[in-house]
């Protein structure tokens, strides 16, 4: 079976951005996970897809160019909680 890893580094060539995301919606991946998919795929963009919130995003901003945010970060499906935007983009913001 292939490893995330082999996949990362195969994936480059082929796709404008490496996405990679946790166990589930909701889930973030590990740091060491994306620290090592970052070594392995060097300057192509990489972007994490689940888990990301306010509480959780820092370590992970010096690996990943990317992250795309819905659940942690909104009322419902359809409703974004504001307050929770703000505290996300101040982080990636501050970074």
Same mark, same amino acid.
């Given at each position: ?19 990679? =995301? $946790?166990? &589930? ?9 994306? +620290?090592?998919?970052?070594? @392995? ?8 897809? =689940? $888990?990301? &919130? ?9 690996? +990943?160019?990317?992250?795309? @945010? ?26």
């Amino acid at each position: 079976p292939y490893t995330t890893l082999f996949r990362s580094r195969f994936a480059v060539p082929y796709m404008d951005v490496i996405t990679t =995301s $946790g166990s &589930a919606t909701n889930q973030a991946p590990s740091v060491p996970k994306i +620290a090592s998919m970052r070594a @392995v795929i060097g300057t192509a963009p990489l972007a994490i897809a =689940s $888990g990301m &919130a306010p509480e959780n995003v820092k370590p992970f901003l010096e690996y +990943a160019d990317c992250v795309l @945010v819905a659940s942690n970060i909104s009322f419902s499906y359809t409703e974004l909680d504001p307050k929770r935007v703000r505290a996300l983009s101040d982080i990636v913001r501050a970074y």
